[in-house]
Protein backbone atom coordinates (compact mmCIF):
# COMPACT_ATOMS: atom_id res chain seq x y z
CA UNK A 1 0.00 0.00 0.00
CA UNK A 2 1.12 3.90 -1.03
CA UNK A 3 0.85 6.57 1.17
CA UNK A 4 0.71 10.03 -0.37
CA UNK A 5 1.47 13.89 0.20
CA UNK A 6 0.67 16.24 -1.47
CA UNK A 7 2.86 19.40 -2.17
CA UNK A 8 3.27 22.64 -4.29
CA UNK A 9 -0.39 24.53 -3.13
CA UNK A 10 -0.39 28.36 -2.39
CA UNK A 11 -1.83 31.81 -2.90
CA UNK A 12 -1.89 32.72 -6.56
CA UNK A 13 -3.30 35.11 -8.68
CA UNK A 14 -5.51 34.92 -11.25
CA UNK A 15 -3.69 34.02 -15.02
CA UNK A 16 -0.92 32.43 -13.32
CA UNK A 17 0.42 28.86 -13.18
CA UNK A 18 1.42 26.09 -10.53
CA UNK A 19 2.49 22.77 -10.28
CA UNK A 20 1.53 20.58 -7.89
CA UNK A 21 3.73 17.32 -7.23
CA UNK A 22 2.05 14.14 -5.02
CA UNK A 23 4.99 11.89 -3.75
CA UNK A 24 4.29 8.36 -3.19
CA UNK A 25 5.91 6.12 -0.47
CA UNK A 26 6.24 2.10 -1.27
CA UNK A 27 7.84 -0.28 -3.69
CA UNK A 28 4.03 -0.75 -5.77
CA UNK A 29 3.43 2.81 -6.90
CA UNK A 30 3.74 2.04 -10.67
CA UNK A 31 1.23 -0.63 -10.08
CA UNK A 32 -1.11 2.64 -9.16
CA UNK A 33 -3.98 4.29 -11.26
CA UNK A 34 -3.71 7.60 -10.08
CA UNK A 35 -6.11 10.54 -9.48
CA UNK A 36 -6.29 14.23 -8.74
CA UNK A 37 -9.61 15.53 -7.06
CA UNK A 38 -9.81 18.87 -5.33
CA UNK A 39 -12.80 20.06 -3.23
CA UNK A 40 -14.33 23.99 -2.89
CA UNK A 41 -15.47 25.40 0.39
CA UNK A 42 -19.11 24.19 0.89
CA UNK A 43 -19.33 21.84 -2.32
CA UNK A 44 -18.75 18.13 -3.14
CA UNK A 45 -14.92 16.74 -3.62
CA UNK A 46 -14.73 16.40 -7.52
CA UNK A 47 -12.46 14.76 -10.10
CA UNK A 48 -9.96 16.84 -12.11
CA UNK A 49 -7.49 13.98 -13.74
CA UNK A 50 -6.19 10.90 -13.79
CA UNK A 51 -3.12 8.79 -15.65
CA UNK A 52 -2.75 5.09 -15.96
CA UNK A 53 0.35 2.98 -14.23
CA UNK A 54 2.63 3.99 -16.98
CA UNK A 55 1.00 7.06 -18.23
CA UNK A 56 -0.29 5.99 -21.52
CA UNK A 57 -3.75 7.13 -20.94
CA UNK A 58 -4.80 10.41 -19.39
CA UNK A 59 -8.37 11.77 -17.88
CA UNK A 60 -9.70 14.69 -17.66
CA UNK A 61 -12.64 16.35 -16.32
CA UNK A 62 -14.55 18.65 -18.76
CA UNK A 63 -14.12 22.01 -16.80
CA UNK A 64 -10.16 21.76 -16.61
CA UNK A 65 -9.23 20.38 -20.27
CA UNK A 66 -6.63 22.71 -21.82
CA UNK A 67 -5.67 23.83 -18.57
CA UNK A 68 -4.32 21.35 -16.29
CA UNK A 69 -1.79 18.47 -17.39
CA UNK A 70 -1.51 15.54 -15.05
CA UNK A 71 1.94 13.41 -15.59
CA UNK A 72 3.42 10.95 -13.35
CA UNK A 73 7.49 9.50 -13.23
CA UNK A 74 7.24 5.87 -11.85
CA UNK A 75 11.10 6.44 -11.11
CA UNK A 76 10.60 9.32 -8.49
CA UNK A 77 6.91 7.98 -7.36
CA UNK A 78 5.58 11.20 -7.95
CA UNK A 79 2.06 11.97 -9.86
CA UNK A 80 2.11 15.90 -10.76
CA UNK A 81 -0.66 18.47 -11.93
CA UNK A 82 0.33 21.63 -14.00
CA UNK A 83 -2.16 24.33 -13.87
CA UNK A 84 -2.67 26.82 -15.91
CA UNK A 85 -4.17 30.09 -16.62
CA UNK A 86 -5.72 29.71 -12.95
CA UNK A 87 -9.28 31.21 -12.23
CA UNK A 88 -10.85 31.88 -8.93
CA UNK A 89 -13.32 29.09 -9.41
CA UNK A 90 -9.98 27.07 -8.97
CA UNK A 91 -9.72 27.49 -5.51
CA UNK A 92 -10.09 24.25 -3.45
CA UNK A 93 -7.86 21.52 -1.35
CA UNK A 94 -6.12 19.79 -4.14
CA UNK A 95 -5.76 15.83 -2.96
CA UNK A 96 -4.38 12.99 -4.69
CA UNK A 97 -5.56 9.43 -5.03
CA UNK A 98 -4.33 6.04 -5.91
CA UNK A 99 -6.28 3.01 -6.95
CA UNK A 100 -5.40 -0.63 -8.73
CA UNK A 101 -9.08 -1.33 -10.02
CA UNK A 102 -9.10 -2.48 -13.90
CA UNK A 103 -12.22 -0.09 -13.86
CA UNK A 104 -10.21 3.08 -13.19
CA UNK A 105 -9.68 2.94 -17.08
CA UNK A 106 -13.41 3.37 -17.77
CA UNK A 107 -14.38 5.48 -14.56
CA UNK A 108 -11.56 7.52 -13.51
CA UNK A 109 -13.54 9.84 -11.70
CA UNK A 110 -15.21 7.54 -9.60
CA UNK A 111 -13.66 8.26 -6.16
CA UNK A 112 -14.61 4.92 -4.04
CA UNK A 113 -12.27 3.05 -6.63
CA UNK A 114 -9.15 5.03 -5.23
CA UNK A 115 -8.28 3.19 -1.89
CA UNK A 116 -5.41 5.77 -0.96
CA UNK A 117 -5.81 9.53 -0.37
CA UNK A 118 -2.99 12.08 0.29
CA UNK A 119 -4.17 14.64 2.90
CA UNK A 120 -4.73 17.37 0.58
CA UNK A 121 -2.92 21.06 -0.49
CA UNK A 122 -4.76 24.21 -0.95
CA UNK A 123 -4.80 26.52 -3.87
CA UNK A 124 -6.30 29.55 -3.54
CA UNK A 125 -6.42 32.42 -5.99
CA UNK A 126 -7.22 35.11 -6.11
CA UNK A 127 -8.83 37.65 -8.84
Known amino acids: QVQLVESGGGLVQAGASLSLSCAASGRTFSSYFMGWFRQAPGKEREFVAG????????YYADSVKGRFTVSRDNAKKTVYLQINSLKPEDTAVYYCAAGTSARLQFMAGERSLYTTWGQGTLVTVSS
Open 51 to 58: ITTIGSSL
